[in-house]
């Protein structure tokens, strides 16, 4: 196909209103009533140049940021599936606690007290359309250069290929869309996982080699395209590439060892607390963030990042009282308190605990190896614990309470609810964003972290893992260690869970922790590597959601990973926690989402499979392959 470069162009905007003065300068003729094409959108006039397709793909963008944003945002979903957190909402019933009955392709998936899997599913579908119609046009348009049309086609790539990734470890085997559609379309086939990964590979490295260095925050940079093309890599077990890639990343976009911002001066704070404040994410030599959300007020609607209402325990619920059993918290202040401390909202956030941290992540991965971690619980800045907290009720002093002022005590006879909700501890330095339009103090505007350097040095050490390489593999995560104030890791102190528990570490409200679990559980089956975290335990693919049927609620040691891992460590699902709306559950084939119902039932003409374990798998078919050399459903389209 011809490619069109220009040296002298003209953007839609700038025809949109040169449009306007004409009609301006000619408005004694009656030929200005006449409707002017080029004055309404369409996709034919928007995508004429780089400008216009710069402009879809900030749709695509929008779309990202939709996944951190809003109280109950999609990513507590991540979190709340994995071994990090769970369901913390224990006021009705409903929300993901028992996942033998809650988690169910005819649920409501889509729900902010509920769960947000189907908004995975929809929202990766709509940004991959979104993708779809730059890379079906990409030269329908006129560029400067070829590089010019190579990073606008190379960010289309990306974000195809950064829904794809999701969707394939969040449900597996899922319908493939490479082309724009502009009509009805009921006829859908499901692809075989590992050939959609194999696909969306070249796009990856198409867009690693294109797409600029330097880019405006929120948009996609070529270190964002490279731990895309990391991930993907290591899903297919592309250890070299994955190390190579990570390499070059880590040397151009180097940690944050040294603090900075304008907060460094601030007491009881560190440099965990500058690397994640909102100034960090807006400072243009923070050479660690590699790929951001970005947040401005009033845009996009009124969501914002709510970390705090979301991440924090529920301390103004009213259960939590005093020892002689007085309501000990307030959002308000005692109009005579001076101790900027005692306002609980303004220095905490007015949290209601809808993502609990389990004690995996609160304790056990903070051992006298992290004494000194500035991440971790050891760390009185960092981190705060419900005994960290102050009796504030103005009630109180108004009383004479003896209790006014003093630090929490847990209540004896605390409900289970008010415990799951309201008593935990969290990593205050992350969750922490200040919100100065809202009475209610639940986490305001911030750019948000998509992919961070530690991240890469991380994932280069689980390549060196897979292949075997545990020196090399201690090596690079000791850099992130490091910085963080944590002893070093010798070559016998790694496995698979020293790398997941040092991601925890680093990554918690960061990383999709559900899909990076998933991924390592379809590692092992593929490779057959013996777990060593499990005796030696070996996976296997051809079991990996379980043996299905009806009423597939199976609960044994040594089908995937995923299952084994997240009920060793969620004191939730091991220790079978319930409290009056539930007991918390999990089944081997949560390994895998179910597929929304209404998708399958809607798409008439084709089969959309549904995942082994839940209802409607009985009517699968064989997945089909993405071909390498055609499209499924573009101009040079081959049946797979």
């Known amino acids: 196909m011809k490619r069109k470069y220009r040296k002298n162009k003209i953007s839609v905007t700038a025809i949109v209103l040169l449009t306007g003065i004409i009609l301006t300068t000619y408005s004694c003729s009656e030929s200005w009533l006449e409707p002017k094409p080029l004055s309404f959108y369409t996709p034919e006039n928007a995508y004429t140049d780089a400008a216009g397709f710069y402009s879809a793909i900030t749709t695509c963008e929008r779309n990202m940021r939709h996944e951190y944003f809003g109280d109950g945002a999609p990513i507590l979903t991540e979190m709340i599936l994995s071994d990090v957190a769970v369901e913390g909402t224990t006021d009705k019933a409903g929300p993901q606690m028992d996942l033998d009955v809650s988690l169910l392709p005819d649920a409501n998936l889509n ?24 890379i079906a046009r990409i030269d329908d348009a006129e560029y400067t250069s070829e590089a010019e049309r190579n990073a606008v086609l190379g960010s289309a790539y990306f974000h195809r290929a950064y829904r794809y990734n999701k969707l394939v470890h969040q449900f ?227 009383e004479g309470n003896e209790w006014y002022g003093k630090n929490f005590v847990k209540p004896v006879a605390m409900s289970p609810e008010d415990t799951i909700r309201c008593w935990y501890s969290w990593p205050h330095y992350k969750l922490f964003v200040p919100d100065p339009l809202n009475s209610q103090k639940q986490g305001g505007e911030t750019p948000w972290y998509i992919y961070r350097t530690a991240e890469v040095y991380l994932m280069i050490a689980e390549s060196y893992y897979w292949k075997n390489d545990l020196a090399s593999a201690a090596q690079y995560m000791n850099v992130v260690r490091t910085r963080a104030g944590a002893d070093p890791l010798t070559a016998s102190d790694v496995n698979i869970g020293a790398i997941l528990d040092e991601r925890a570490r680093e990554l918690y409200y960061e990383e999709n922790r559900k899909s990076e679990i998933t991924r390592i559980a379809y590692t092992f089956a593929k490779t057959g590597k013996p777990c060593e975290v499990f005796g030696g335990r070996v996976y296997k693919l051809d079991n990996f959601s379980g043996p299905g049927g009806i009423g597939a609620n199976v609960k044994q040691d040594g089908i995937n990973f995923y299952y084994d891992w997240v009920t060793a460590k969620s004191n939730f699902y091991n220790k079978g926690v319930k409290h009056k709306w539930a007991e918390y559950k999990i089944s081997v084939h949560h390994v895998l989402w179910p597929v929304p119902a209404n998708a399958i039932n809607s798409n008439t003409g084709g089969v959309i499979n549904q995942n082994i374990g839940y209802p409607g798998a009985e009517n699968n078919i064989e997945p089909k392959i993405v071909p390498k050399d055609k499209t499924v459903l573009g101009p040079d389209a081959k049946e797979g």
């Open 172 to 398: 597996g085997d899922v319908p493939y869309l490479d082309w724009e559609i502009n009509a009805p379309k009921y006829d859908f086939y499901t692809y075989d996982r590992w050939s959609i990964l194999e696909k969306i590979l070249p796009d990856l490295e198409f867009a690693y080699k294109w797409v600029p260095a330097k880019v405006d925050r929120g948009r996609t940079s070529k270190a964002a395209a490279g731990v895309l093309l990391m991930k993907v890599c290591m899903a297919l077990g592309e250890w070299d590439r994955a190390i190579e890639v990570g390499k070059e990343i880590v040397a151009a976009n180097p940690l944050m060892t040294e603090r900075f911002t304008v907060n460094q001066n601030k007491p009881n704070t560190n440099l965990m607390f500058d690397l994640h404040s909102i100034e960090a994410k807006l400072d243009m030599s923070n050479s660690e963030g590699l790929m951001y959300v970005v947040s401005y007020p009033e845009v996009d609607g009124s969501a914002r990042i709510a970390t705090m209402r979301n991440g924090v325990p529920f301390w103004n619920s009213g259960n939590v009282k005093t020892p002689d059993g007085k309501v000990g918290t307030s959002q308000n202040v005692h109009k005579d308190e001076t101790d900027p401390e005692m306002d609980l909202n303004a220095s905490y956030g007015r949290g209601i605990g809808r993502v609990r941290a389990t004690w995996y992540y609160t304790n056990m991965i903070w051992t006298d190896k992290e004494l000194n971690d500035m991440r971790g619980i050891h760390n009185r800045d960092s981190w705060r614990r419900m005994e960290d907290l102050r009796y504030n009720n103005p009630s109180l002093k108004n």
């Open 111 to 134: 729900n902010t007290d509920r769960t947000k899997v189907g908004w995975y599913w929809y929202e990766g579908y709509k940004g991959i359309k979104y993708a779809n119609v730059v």
